[in-house]
């Protein structure tokens, strides 16, 4: 079954406590990408991927890490993440054009930063 | 820059009656443009997307919509309303693919028995 999986899909924290998001595709994907998702502002992209080892910045990359070692994995990492990252968060992975263009998109994580 | 104007935060019809879902975008250059759908505590799912190859566009669950340059719109459309399409619907816009992509505020469609 093709799908993108997000861990943990819950998580409370506190301010500067390191934690890792990890998301995770079994598409084959060359795409990925991460967004955060706050009431009244739709979605807004923190990082993207176009292929392992290559990525660039989204519209609100402050704050976030991203790397993409392997091509099916792209983890989020906050170094030392503060209330106003508190958000529901979501992995994306994609195929443009040709056979197979889709994209899908994880359940989501829910994070609390306290 | 890119940016999506959604029309209604929230929109209410009745089972049975045309979903109208309004979408306009601004870019700079030729666009491409894309309807999701969140249904509640779920992830979104792509319902359509413009690529320039047809200004009319079908997608999944009997939705389709329109690209009107002169317009500058990307409205989404659905004959018969069914209560299973109660969910929020997000428009979208992008210069290159899936990556880059820019998302409106979202609208939540209400359907009414």
Redesign the interface.
């Known amino acids: 079954e093709a799908q993108?999986t997000q861990n943990p899909r819950y998580l409370i924290t506190v301010t500067g406590k390191k934690l890792t998001v990890t998301c995770s595709q079994n598409m084959n994907h060359e795409?990925m990408?991460w967004?955060r998702q706050d009431p009244?502002?739709?979605?807004?992209?923190i990082y993207?991927s176009?292929n392992v080892e290559v990525t660039?910045k989204?519209?609100v990359p402050e704050g976030y890490k991203v790397s993409r070692k392997e091509k099916r994995n792209f983890p989020l990492i906050l170094e030392s993440p503060s209330p106003n990252q508190t958000s529901l968060y979501?992995c994306?992975s994609?195929k443009?054009?040709g056979e197979g263009d889709?994209?899908y998109?994880?359940?989501?994580t829910r994070l609390t930063v306290l | 820059a890119q940016s999506v104007t959604q029309l209604g935060?929230h929109v209410s019809v009745s089972e049975g009656a045309l979903v109208l879902l309004r979408c306009n975008y601004s870019s700079s250059v030729p666009p491409y443009l894309f309807w999701y759908v969140q249904y509640p505590n779920?992830?979104?799912?792509?319902l359509l997307k413009y690529t320039s190859a047809a200004t009319l566009v079908k997608g999944i669950n009997g939705f389709e919509a329109e690209f009107k340059k002169s317009e500058t719109s990307f409205h989404l459309t659905k004959p018969s309303a069914h209560m299973s399409d109660a969910a929020e619907y997000?428009c979208?816009v992008s210069h290159g693919?899936?990556?880059?992509?820019?998302?409106?505020?979202?609208t939540k469609l209400q359907v009414i028995p």
């Open positions: 993108v795409y990408s967004y009244g502002l739709g979605l807004r992209q993207y176009m660039d989204g519209d979501f994306a994609g443009w054009g889709t994209q998109f994880g359940p989501g | 935060s779920q992830g979104l799912q792509l997000f979208a693919g899936y990556q880059k992509v820019t998302f409106g505020i979202g």
